[in-house]
């Protein structure tokens, strides 16, 4: 989106693009990348690049061993895609038989094992004949061999080599994640171009390959950023955001500051539940800015700090509403698919709604009374604003065919995002679209209708968020796949273990915390399955076959959506981050008081509801 009137000539110093280096903050964070990897490699550190480039190698090994009998360089093929299978579900923390039964073609593909169906049959006859407690016990002690008894010490030179180079990943990693985060709080250097020091860096250390980077700048939510954004510029050419925006707040017998705010957190925060948030994001975005510039008194500059306030509620409100309903986000997901995995134990979709859906209606207000407190606006009465666009509807008149097309396009993309995963895996679509593919293709489409030109897109999408956007996606990739989230999230963990938080609501509060933290620096799936993992383990161990354990798979999931802090942290920070009215420190403002509040909120809700209330008659703990 193009930067909002009223930014440039009324701002005292440069912001956002306007802005050049700042040299005497920049040097901060150069001279810390620099050094961090320079720094020698903790026993920590090796033992995590240890795991995470010899682990397989060890299992796969261990496993043709006890199973076959032969060495992994040995074996048939159906034999290796049995115990790459094993290893991978290991990885997953399933340790059930039926878990290696329910393993398809798909999922083979999707955790890059080569397999065919003849294989794939082969390998479940061999294990359907093994006893269930049998094969439980071959995963645990493959388990047990690359976390515990598999160490740097005990490696060849040969593979020292290659652990060296993991905990090398590792440090690098450490190092851009310090690098990022203090860019972007400082914004001591234009952002966008620090998505593309981070590929530079990766690349120029070795970390990952100039494919591997290029591949993923254009990974499938960059994509979808950019298709939001591109239909947004459509909702906003077409007039059909003004629309939606006098439908929804026409009724107010008092359109103040106040109440559209309330407004708009009601719609969107539930709505987030069940509705992807980087599409509530790009919707709800033209209709905070055309409230914005409504509200400009003739011959006065444009109140900013109502545009800040009435585009960070946007996002706040799509933040909040993700832990709704599983739907609401793949860290939901994820957590269930572990719970399973791991421990046997459902959550089934209507159940995790009747358990989450309470901190969203909790959040709701208090989010409003938030924003109201940190941010100040002097113009409170919007009066003037719902006027100008009732004026501007009516001289639109009825619904015009370009607005038309633009909502029924608009349907059809919704429809897609909702059903493009479950009927690929139906088998009704030939190929996995992803919600990149279909928001671009949505775009692709307005314009065959002759909804909008490219000239349009070229000059309303802000193409230095997509940009941004997508140097968070390989910074938030590389923390996890080089084990640095996994090490920061095992470090916390095993230092808290001795000041006896592994335990009870110490523990959830633990694990609450540090994912609340990691999800501020990656994706929310990757900061879920970083911590979900340790700390169901915990769980297990201390609480077996107690509520604990859905309650730490929940509360996880929960803590992995608090991301209010960082442009980075979510799609809808980045999507509102592209209306040009914000800066990093905005989101501080706002987000440090709703993350503290989150997470008190989160741990009183189950000490309170979750625990009083128990689950599917397991015991309490």
Not at 125 to 130: A, D, W, Y
Not at 229 to 235: E, K, Q
Not at 237 to 265: E, H, Q, W, Y
Not at 317 to 344: E, H, K, Q, T, W
């Amino acid at each position: 989106m193009s930067e909002p009137e009223g930014i440039r000539g009324h701002s005292e110093k440069p912001v956002g693009y306007d802005k050049y280096i700042d040299w005497k903050v920049f040097i901060i964070p150069a001279v810390l990348l620099i050094a961090i990897p320079l720094m020698p490699a903790t026993r920590g550190m090796q033992d995590v690049g240890t795991e995470y480039t010899i682990g397989e190698k060890v299992v796969v090994e261990m496993l043709s061993r006890k199973l076959f009998h032969k060495p992994q360089a040995d074996i048939e093929q159906w034999q290796l895609v049995t115990v790459r299978i094993m290893e991978q579900s290991m990885i997953n923390g399933a340790v059930r038989q039926k878990k290696f039964m329910s393993r398809d073609v798909k999922w083979c593909r999707k955790n890059n094992i080569q397999a065919q169906e003849k294989h794939l049959v082969q390998a479940k006859e061999f294990v359907g004949k093994m006893n269930p407690e049998q094969y439980a016990a071959l995963i645990q002690e493959a388990a047990a061999l690359r976390a515990d008894t598999l160490s740097y010490d005990s490696l060849s030179d040969a593979d020292k080599k290659s652990a060296d180079k993991g905990a090398w990943k590792l440090k690098v990693a450490l190092a851009v994640m310090v690098f990022t985060v203090l860019c972007f709080v400082t914004g001591c250097i234009p952002l966008p171009s620090v998505a593309f020091c981070i590929g530079l860096i990766l690349v120029g250390t070795g970390v990952i390959s100039r494919d591997e980077v290029a591949a993923l700048y254009w990974s499938d939510a960059c994509w979808f950023i950019m298709g939001s954004l591109m239909f947004a510029a459509a909702f906003v050419k077409t007039g059909v955001d003004k629309r939606i925006c006098f439908f929804l707040f026409s009724k107010l017998a008092k359109p103040n500051v106040a109440a559209i705010t309330m407004v708009l957190i009601l719609v969107i925060a539930p709505c987030a539940s069940f509705i992807s948030d980087h599409a509530l994001a790009a919707i709800f975005l033209p209709i905070a800015i055309i409230l914005h510039r409504g509200s400009q008194v003739r011959g006065e500059p444009l109140d900013m700090e109502l545009g800040k306030m009435l585009v960070i509620t946007v996002a706040m409100a799509c933040n909040i509403g993700g832990f709704g309903a599983p739907s609401g986000g793949a860290r939901n997901v994820i957590m269930m698919s572990y719970l399973d995995d791991m421990f046997g134990t459902d959550i089934g979709y209507f159940q995790w709604v009747t358990y989450a859906m309470p901190f969203v209606f909790i959040m709701m207000p208090l989010t409003w009374l938030v924003i109201q407190a940190r941010f100040k606006p002097k113009t409170r009465d919007l009066s003037g604003a719902m006027a100008h666009i009732s004026e501007d509807i009516n001289h639109m008149g009825s619904w015009s065919r370009q607005q038309i097309v633009t909502l029924i396009i608009f349907a059809v993309m919704v429809f897609l995002w909702f059903t493009e995963k479950s009927f690929y895996d139906l088998g009704i679509y030939p190929v996995r679209l992803g919600i990149g593919v279909v928001a671009v293709g949505g775009a692709v489409a307005y314009i065959l209708a002759g909804v909008v030109n490219w000239r349009d897109y070229q000059e309303k999408v802000d193409w230095g968020v997509v940009w941004l956007y997508a140097g968070a996606i390989i910074f938030g990739t590389v923390l996890d796949k080089s084990g640095a989230a996994f090490f920061l999230a095992r470090s916390v963990v095993n230092a808290a273990a001795q000041f006896g938080m592994d335990s009870g609501m110490a523990l959830i509060g633990l694990a609450s915390l540090l994912t609340s933290v990691l999800t501020q620096l990656m994706a929310d799936g990757p900061a879920a399955a970083a911590v979900g993992p340790i700390t169901l383990n915990m769980a297990g161990i201390v609480h077996p076959g107690t509520a604990m354990l859905p309650f730490m798979s929940m509360a996880t999931a929960a803590a992995s959506s608090f991301a209010y802090c960082l442009i980075i942290g979510t799609p809808p920070n980045a999507i509102v981050y592209a209306s040009g009215y914000l800066e990093p420190k905005d989101y501080l403002r706002v987000g440090i008081p709703l993350w503290l509040i989150a997470n008190i909120v989160l741990l009183l809700l189950v000490y309170f509801y979750w625990m009083s209330r128990g689950f599917a008659g397991m015991s309490g703990f």
